[in-house]
Structure formats: C-alpha cells, structure tokens
C-alpha cells in the first residue's frame, strides 16, 4: 500500500488534507492551518497532525481526529518510542501518545531556534535542525 498525505492552499478557501493510496484520493476532514506539520505512526495506523496551535491523532482506520494537546510547532516527529516530538522556539519536547508526559528533550541557547526533529527509527535518539539568531 503506498499513501501519501499532502495540504493544498486553496486561493479561494482553507487549506486542505488529502491523502491518496495510490488508486483514489479523498479529502480528510483534518485542520491544516498554521504551522503544518504531519508525520505517521510507528505502525502507519494513524497520523500525528499539528495545526492551528493543537496536536492531533488521526486514525486511519475509523477516521476519528482526536484533540491530544496545545502546542505551536515548527515540525513533528512520532517516533518507536511511543513519544511524538515538537519543535518550537528554543526547545525539542517530546508527549506522550495521549498528549500527557511532557519533557524537555533538548534546547538551545543564545537566539537560535529549532525546527524538524525526527526520531531515528529505534526512537532512542533524535536529530534536528538548528537556525542561527535572527538578525534585522
């Protein structure tokens, strides 16, 4: 099975998720404003979706989209661990599945910010991306 999830920008409306399976494509009735950020589950059963300043799951499945947490994001990562990495500001965290259990799990100093983390795929380290201090 191949699938592959993108958001459109409509001119003349919101954004919207599509996912397609390699035969058809169909609408999934998912929030894409924001910082849009996607990434599936260890098991590709459900999809991590950050948009709007919220975290939500996805399930394939039975195509429920359930609320887990309030978090801005600049990328996530849903890693083996069972943990979903954010990025924001200065700061890597990591939540629980059920959006509980927050930990720092790294964070940066002097005006830079982080962006894209990604679990690697034992979920026992993660990388990301490191940007130097704005500057006018």
């Known amino acids: 099975d191949r699938v592959v999830v ?12 599509t996912l ?5 494509a169909r609408k999934l009735d998912i929030p894409a404003g924001g910082n849009f950020a996607v990434d599936f589950a260890p098991e590709g059963d459900r999809l991590a979706v950050a948009a709007d300043g919220k975290v939500y799951l996805y399930d394939f499945t ?6 887990i947490a ?12 069972g ?11 990591s939540i629980a ?11 940066v100093s002097g005006g830079r910010t982080v ?8 979920g026992k380290q993660l990388a ?9």
């Open 20 to 24: 397609y399976d390699g035969t058809a």
């Open 83 to 93: 943990r979903i990495a954010l990025a924001w500001g200065a700061e890597v965290y």
């Open 115 to 122: 962006r894209h983390p990604v679990w690697s795929p034992d």
């Open 97 to 107: 599945e059920d959006g509980s259990s927050r930990r720092t799990e790294a964070r």
């Open 6 to 17: 993108f958001a459109v920008n409509h001119p003349a409306g919101p954004p919207v998720v």
């Open 62 to 67: 039975t195509g429920a989209l359930t609320e």
């Open 128 to 136: 990301f991306v490191v940007e130097p201090p704005y500057r006018d």
């Open 70 to 81: 309030a978090a801005m994001t600049q990328g996530i990562s849903w890693g083996a661990n």
